[in-house]
């Protein structure tokens, strides 16, 4: 979280851009978080902003509160990307690669970005210039969670996260998963397979994060890239990641309000 001075001196910083719009230089990383727990009024505005699909997709969910989460979560994607786009967050057209992340259906586009929610939270990254992968999830029990270490984390990942005890040993497993699921998502490949063709080091919680060869798996070229990983705790009770193309990055940390978007309000800092 940022100290009161450094959001200060971000909020003061913002002041001189134009209502809802955003600035990103090349090699930023934005962060967003999201409430996806909503007065009504607001998450239907939010959930006017999805496509036909985005809302097929939704209503598939079969609880309503999975439906209206997923819901807020795309509409609050939605409502950020056309910050930076400068377009109406209802006619950006959206699509999903191969591993199901989602991406501006246009050649060459301006901004790389993702998203994740868990519980009551979303978390949205956005760069320009490098691929970026983003995860949140809420720190609770795993009854397999023994099963998982074994079939799936490395032995330095286990070896990490066995030793400890109680909420210790759930905040770490879902630090080391979120760190899987983020570098997943950054390369574009399914989770299963990061697990089986990536090696990922288990430091202690890395808040400024840490640099990390990655492969390039598509097409296979025995070549590795350097990326870049730092563990989230966006709230009490949740454990995040962000994995980014670029070799350092410094993050910002944004809170979207509706009113961001949708309203007459500048976006705060966390």
Not at 87 to 98: A, I, K, V
């Amino acid at each position: 979280m940022l100290s009161r001075q450094a959001g200060a001196r971000i909020i003061h910083a913002m002041q001189a851009l134009p209502s809802r719009q955003i600035l990103l230089e090349p090699g930023s990383l934005h962060i967003w978080r999201a409430s996806l727990a909503l007065p009504e009024e607001e998450r239907g505005r939010l959930e006017d902003l999805l496509s036909a699909g985005e809302r097929e997709q939704c209503a598939r969910f079969v609880r309503a509160a999975d439906r209206s989460q997923s819901a807020v979560s795309r509409g609050s994607l939605r409502a950020v990307l056309a910050m930076y786009l400068r377009e109406d967050p209802r006619t950006l057209s959206l699509t999903r690669g191969t591993s199901g992340k989602p991406r501006l259906d246009r050649a060459n586009p301006p901004i790389q970005f993702n998203v994740s929610h868990a519980g009551k939270l979303a978390l949205i990254a956005v760069t320009r210039g490098g691929r970026v992968g983003i995860d949140i999830e809420r720190i609770r029990d795993v009854p397999d969670m023994e099963a998982i270490l074994r079939n799936f984390f490395s032995r330095q990942e286990s070896a990490y996260i066995r030793p400890r005890k109680g909420a210790g040993r759930k905040r770490a497993f879902f630090l080391l998963w979120t760190r899987r699921e983020a570098a997943a998502k950054a390369l574009g490949i399914g989770l299963f397979d990061c697990f089986e063709r990536v090696v990922l080091p288990a430091p202690e919680h890395a808040r400024s994060g840490f640099r990390i060869a990655l492969p390039e798996l598509d097409p296979p070229s025995n070549q590795t890239g350097e990326w870049w990983i730092r563990d989230l705790l966006p709230a009490p009770g949740y454990a995040g990641a962000v994995c980014t193309e670029h070799r350092t990055a410094k993050p910002l940390f944004l809170r979207f309000r509706t009113a961001d978007t949708l309203g007459d309000e500048h976006p705060a800092a966390r």
